[in-house]
């Protein structure tokens, strides 16, 4: 069993910036896709951010067409943790985000099926 546990949300003006943290139990923390997605209630659940391991020390992002160039994913595997720096921020980031573990390396990163386990989700708050 893995638990996520995310920390970082809040409220933030727009074009500021926020970084988001999921910390994971788990003793192969480094071979898993990390991945973040996130909710509104007007939307269903939207692919952010991934990061997936592909062998020896060679870790590859993904990010969805919305967040391209503005947010950086990352991961610190002695700490067990995935990141989510968002800048450039706007009302429309606004939405709970899900930090999601898949252990097994699913080269399907963006399906949310894909991901075995969740974190509570963390409000991101943009005003305008």
């Known amino acids: 069993q893995v638990q996520l546990v995310e920390s970082g949300g809040g409220l933030v003006q727009a074009g500021g910036s926020l970084r988001l943290s999921c910390a994971a139990s788990g003793r192969t923390f480094a071979g898993y896709t990390m991945g973040w997605f996130r909710q509104t209630p007007e939307k269903e659940r939207e692919f952010v951010a991934a990061?997936?391991?592909?062998?020896?020390?060679?870790?590859?992002?993904y990010y969805g067409d919305s967040v391209k160039g503005r947010f950086t994913i990352s991961r610190n595997n002695a700490k067990n943790t995935v990141y989510l720096q968002m800048n450039s921020l706007k009302p429309e980031d606004t939405a709970v985000y899900y930090c999601?573990?898949?252990?097994?390396?699913?080269?399907?990163?963006?399906?949310?099926?894909?991901?075995?386990?969740w974190g509570q989700g963390t409000q991101v708050t943009v005003s305008s």
């Open positions: 990061n997936r391991w592909s062998g020896g020390s060679t870790y590859y992002a």
């Open positions: 999601a573990a898949d252990p097994y390396g699913s080269t399907l990163y963006q399906a949310e099926g894909q991901y075995q386990y």
